[in-house]
């Protein structure tokens, strides 16, 4: 298991960036893909997007293509989600989580570990 700990969530106008970071611990951290999900109020989790064990390959969610950027570094055991261009909508808990392989996943099942979330409010 991978342990995860997100940071950087916080209230922002619609319009501004926050910059989510995720650090890992506990296993060789290149040896797994890494999302981003999110979950808003009585609504189901999300995927957002994700990015393949060197960072060379990402993948987004339609609703968050354009605005946010996932990166990772290797070698700080780090994942990052720029969010720019935020809006209302992008109101939610965001987590980060680690997927065994080198590819990037977009299912929520190919994730075996997970953080505790970051709350992300976006006023109007």
């Known amino acids: 298991q991978v342990q995860l700990v997100e940071s950087g969530g916080g209230l922002v106008q619609a319009g501004g960036s926050l910059r989510l970071s995720c650090a890992a611990s506990g296993r060789t951290f290149s040896d797994y893909a890494m999302g981003w999900f999110r979950q808003a109020p009585g609504k189901e989790r999300e995927f957002v997007g994700t990015i393949n064990w060197n960072g060379v390959s990402t993948f987004y969610a339609d609703s968050v293509k354009g605005r946010f950027t996932i990166s990772r570094d290797n070698a700080k055991n780090m994942v990052y989600l720029q969010m720019n261009g935020l809006k209302p909508d992008d109101t939610a808990v965001y987590y980060c989580?680690?997927?065994?392989?080198?590819?990037?996943?977009?299912?929520?099942?190919?994730?075996?570990?997970w953080g505790q979330g970051t709350q992300v409010t976006v006023s109007s």
């Open positions: 989580a680690a997927a065994y392989g080198r590819f990037w996943y977009s299912g929520e099942k190919s994730y075996g570990s």
